[in-house]
T-cell receptor
């Protein structure tokens, strides 16, 4: 089954404690991205990657890091989380270069930083 | 001004009603997505359009490239259609998606 898998689904952590949210896709997609969703603001892109070892900042990259060492994985790293990073996070993937394709989303990770 | 605007922001209707959600955009695009987000949070892709019209069950999506406008219609609406519907466009200059703010739909039995 084609899918994007995020883990964990829920996470409560304390300010400053490094965390990683994993994202994995099994569709051999080149393009992967991370979004955060906050009430009244819709989805905002954090980082995206067009292929292995190619990553770029989205609209709200501050406080986040990503890596793309393998095509299937695109982890989101919060080196020193702060309460303003409390949000719902989504990972997505799609084929690159083929516009007639849908985007696939993970189930979301609800992060609370206290 | 947002590059992708959806209307209405909120919509409450009775079961069985015909629903229309609109999406207008101001940039050149190669494709437009309609997505559904249920109260549990998960996002599901409904349609990807670059021209014309697509239908899937009770859902119909149309796009008018010249007018930079798309609509999502739901026929014979049902309470299980209650969700946030999100429009997103692929810019034709790169592979980035620009997101609308979403339309929260509630269908009452």
């Amino acid at each position: 089954e084609a899918q994007v898998t995020q883990n964990p689904r829920y996470l409560i952590t304390v300010t400053g404690k490094k965390l990683t949210v994993t994202c994995s896709q099994n569709m051999n997609h080149e393009y992967m991205s991370w979004y955060r969703q906050d009430p009244g603001l819709g989805l905002r892109q954090i980082y995206y990657s067009m292929n292995v070892e190619v990553t770029d900042k989205g609209d709200v990259p501050e406080g986040y890091k990503v890596s793309r060492k393998e095509k299937r994985n695109f982890p989101l790293i919060l080196e020193s989380p702060s309460p303003n990073q409390t949000s719902l996070y989504f990972c997505a993937s799609s084929l690159l270069g083929l516009m007639n394709t849908e985007a696939f989303f993970g189930q979301g990770t609800r992060l609370t930083v206290v | 001004k947002n590059e992708v605007e959806q209307s209405p922001q909120n919509l409450t209707a009775q079961e069985g009603e015909f629903i229309t959600i609109n999406c207008s955009y101001s940039v050149g695009i190669s494709a437009l997505h309609w997505l559904q987000q249920h109260p549990g949070g998960g996002i599901v892709s409904l349609f990807m359009l670059s021209s014309g019209k697509k239908k899937h069950g009770r859902l119909i999506a149309t796009i008018n490239i010249q007018e930079k406008h798309s609509s999502l219609h739901i026929t014979a609406s049902h309470p299980r259609d209650s969700a946030v519907y999100i429009c997103a466009v692929h810019m034709d200059s790169n592979y980035q998606l620009i997101w609308g703010a979403g339309t929260k739909l509630i269908i009452k039995p």
